[in-house]
């Protein structure tokens, strides 16, 4: 990671802690981007640019990025399932930069709120695309089979968050 792209995650990291710090003393439809940039020291347009929305900011996840390379190397040495496991299994080993506690009382969060579950919801089907996109195009598995692999690991990924 260059010295910008590590400026950049911690500067997102920061912007997260204080979005969930806000939501959790305003409740969410207190929370504004604005409040978030204040508390973060950052611009509203910077929090724009990294997230897009309120949800985005609460959604992001630190780990989707190397775990997309790692599915990418993956893929090329294993069958998509395999891959997929060993793939969780790496990136888990990199850790969040909260501590567990921090995180499960996020992902708690996340399913307690009806405008964090219906957004994390629609980003899994995203991912579910995304997945089976990578899947189809790295590995000799059909376009289906891939679909079917990419809906039964996010599927089987949320129901370990929502439980964790």
Do not use: C
Request: hydrophobic share 45%; proline share 4%.
């Amino acid at each position: 990671m260059t010295l910008r792209e590590h400026k950049r995650q911690r500067t997102k990291e920061r912007i997260q802690d204080e979005a969930f710090a806000l939501v959790r003393r305003d409740g969410f439809n207190a929370t504004t981007i604005e409040a978030i940039a204040e508390a973060a020291e950052v611009s509203p347009s910077t929090v724009y640019r990294y997230f897009g929305t309120k949800e985005g900011v609460l959604l992001w996840d630190e780990l989707e990025p190397p775990s997309w390379d790692v599915l990418h190397e993956e893929l090329e040495q294993r069958p998509p399932l395999d891959a997929l496991l060993v793939t969780f299994e790496r990136v888990m080993q990199l850790g969040f930069h909260v501590p567990d506690e921090e995180m499960r009382a996020r992902v708690r969060l996340i399913f307690e709120l009806p405008q964090l579950r219906s957004a994390f919801r629609d980003a899994l089907a995203d991912y579910e695309r995304e997945f089976a996109a990578v899947i189809t195009e790295r590995s000799d598995v059909g376009r289906l089979e891939a679909r079917v692999i990419a809906v039964v690991a996010v599927g089987t990924f949320a129901a370990v968050m929502e439980d964790w």
